[in-house]
């Protein structure tokens, strides 16, 4: 008997290059084991239709209440809008946030985002921040969001990929709140990532359906990991982050 | 099924892992399933291009055929057009490779004209890093592909993840402008770059020597898992880089 295994990071619905069902999406994590995913909402619902994807996400989550999860998206121009939508979304079952400065239209470092990281201070909940892409999110402005907000923790998603890569390490010392996610990285990178900062850093995030779930979940099998650092991995940390139970299976 | 990867790298000093022999870096491509791979250098990038040059000549002769050098030169040397006729006539190199921001100029700049002139009277294809500004976004690249039409130009990245959708209008704006799916882009977008590019123009690539080793299993099966007819995949596979290469 293994550990439950958690998925930081999928998206189902109809997205800029991918389109999956909530069924179809259970299927593959069904034949990978996964037995719980986190929902990242579409790319549209993160930049104009953030009421239109929480709702959704809810629907989803309470269909299906044992196997996902899901982020809360506003875009940070509403203003206060944005802050009262995240807070709704939250208290009707959502359980962490996600950004993507590249599709919302603002840059990392700016202040306009910092009323919706102080939500996630205030509730004590994750935000996952799509980073790499030059000029609006990387893995340095991370840092630094990370170094305002002490006690929220940070998922940095993609890892500074493509070109950032070479940040991700030196971003991820500088804030002890920030998180790896292992899609986009191969196994020896993810082993110097855990030897930099310690398993308990790193969370299993596939991506999916941009990535092949089987091949994600095949290659932390290369990654040198003793039954601890695995489990916290594949779930023990996540599960943490995000105020939920994590059991065997 | 036969393939032909059209982006790898001699492993060398510059990414830490040591001069590997020929045998080694042929047994990584048979892990993979890979038949043929055009190689470049990562030495070149930095350090002197001739000798850099010389050794993927020499490595890619013990390989019996399996690998296919392409060259790089220094586009500010005052040798470089002197150099690439050379690595092509001399040394049997069958194409030539730039990293535009890792060497350090835009391939928008006068020195790279007479180097593209140069490429296309010996008809042989130029490769180029692609995907990231400041100097090697798609159309950068592809304003090559334009000023020279008898040149063949290979985005050798297809955009990575944040400028495929750039690399999809360079490829369907110049009929000389060909892309290699290659990098950490997801499958997902190698499967709609194929969608709208059609099968024609489009090849792969692994980027295997830079990085670990498992990089090139990992792509390798993560092509063979995109939904694809037999055709397709033929042409995807080596069709394409074997006319671009003119191997038939």
């Known amino acids: 008997m293994g550990v439950a295994v958690i998925d930081a990071h999928v998206t189902a619905g109809v997205n800029s290059c991918s389109s999956i069902t909530p069924d179809d999406l259970l299927a593959l994590m069904d034949r990978q084991s996964i037995s719980q995913a986190v929902l990242s909402p579409v790319d549209q619902w993160l930049a104009v239709d953030n009421r239109e994807g929480n709702d959704t996400l809810l629907r989803w989550i309470r269909a299906w209440p044992d196997r996902f999860l899901g982020y809360a998206a506003a875009n940070p121009w509403y203003g206060q809008r944005a802050v009262a939508e995240l807070e709704r979304a939250l208290e009707d079952g959502l359980h962490a946030i996600k950004l993507h400065p590249a599709r919302q239209g603002f840059m990392l470092l700016e202040h306009i985002v910092e009323p919706l990281i102080t939500v996630a201070a205030r509730r004590g909940i994750p935000v996952y921040v799509v980073t790499g892409v030059p000029i609006a999110s990387m893995p340095l402005q991370l840092a630094e969001l990370a170094r305002r907000f002490p006690e929220v923790p940070f998922i940095m998603g993609r890892s500074g990929r493509t070109d950032f890569a070479l940040d991700l390490i030196p971003a991820v010392q500088q804030a002890p709140n920030i998180y790896v996610e292992t899609v986009y990285n191969l196994p020896s990178y993810l082993a110097m990532v855990i030897k930099a900062v310690g398993p308990e850093r790193v969370v299993f995030a596939s991506d999916v359906p941009m990535t092949h779930l089987q091949l994600e979940v095949e290659k932390l099998d290369l990654v040198p990991m003793d039954p601890k650092a695995r489990d916290a991995v594949m779930g023990g940390t996540v599960a943490r982050i995000l105020g939920i139970s994590h059991g065997g299976r | ?248």
Request: negative net charge.
């Open chain 2, 1 to 248: 099924m036969r393939i032909i990867d059209m982006h790898t790298h001699l492993p060398g000093k510059a990414n830490g892992a040591g001069r590997r022999q020929t045998s080694d870096f042929l047994a990584m491509l048979d892990r993979a399933g890979i038949d043929q791979a055009v190689v470049l250098t990562l030495e070149g990038f930095f350090s002197d291009d001739v000798t850099a040059n010389n050794a993927l000549a020499q490595q890619a002769s013990e390989s019996g055929g399996r690998l296919i050098p392409f060259c790089t030169v220094d586009p500010r040397g005052d040798g470089a057009v002197a150099e690439v006729r050379r690595c092509v006539e001399e040394l049997g190199f069958r194409g030539l490779k730039f990293h535009p921001w890792l060497q350090g100029f835009s391939p928008l700049e006068d020195y790279m004209f007479p180097i593209a002139a140069q490429a296309a009277r010996l008809n042989v294809p130029i490769l180029f890093h692609d995907g990231t500004p400041c100097y090697s976004t798609p159309l950068q690249v592809a304003y090559l592909a334009d000023r020279f039409p008898e040149l063949t130009v290979i985005l050798g990245h297809g955009g990575l993840m944040d400028l495929w959708v750039e690399a999809i209008a360079a490829v369907k704006r110049y009929p000389n402008c060909y892309v290699c799916l290659c990098g950490s882009a997801p499958p997902a977008i190698f499967a709609r770059m194929i969608a709208e590019l059609g099968v024609d123009k489009v090849t792969i690539g692994t980027d295997a020597g830079f990085g670990e080793d498992y990089g090139a299993v990992f792509r390798i099966a993560a092509f063979h898992a995109l939904e694809l007819s037999g055709t397709a995949r033929e042409a995807i596979y080596w069709r394409n880089a074997a006319r671009l290469l003119r191997m038939e």
